[in-house]
């Protein structure tokens, strides 16, 4: 398991938002820094747990129909996996994927 290095990983982050113009909505953007820093909140933990309501709280996104978008499509994109709660009471867990081009994976 390779430890995420927070700066790295939000430059190499933005170096994909910028390659990626057509994905990299503000939506997007605002949730994986959300992300990034549980991640950091967690001690860089490979998944954490991000309740759904708290997410969209910090990501700034009012529908959970765009929060859902948001996370299929980073998932899509290899930017997190997702693994979804076993129940409605089960918060789901989020793993970054590792994005830093100056080291070898």
């Known amino acids: ?3 995420i290095n927070g700066f790295e990983q939000m430059k ?3 170096s994909w938002v910028f390659e ?32 759904y309501d708290l997410a969209m709280q910090g990501g700034c996104i009012g529908s959970k129909s765009t929060y859902y978008n948001c ?4 998932q899509k994109w290899g930017l997190i996996k997702y693994k979804q709660g076993e ?19």
């Open 1 to 3: 398991m390779i430890k």
């Open 12 to 14: 190499s982050f933005y």
């Open 20 to 51: 990626n113009p057509d994905k990299a909505r503000a939506t997007i953007v605002s949730l994986y820094m959300f992300f990034l820093n549980q991640n950091n909140r967690a001690m860089w933990t490979e998944w954490f747990k991000c309740p």
């Open 71 to 74: 996370l299929k499509d980073m």
């Open 87 to 105: 129940n409605l009471h089960k918060a789901p867990l989020i793993k970054l994927i590792y994005l830093s081009k100056s080291e070898p994976l």
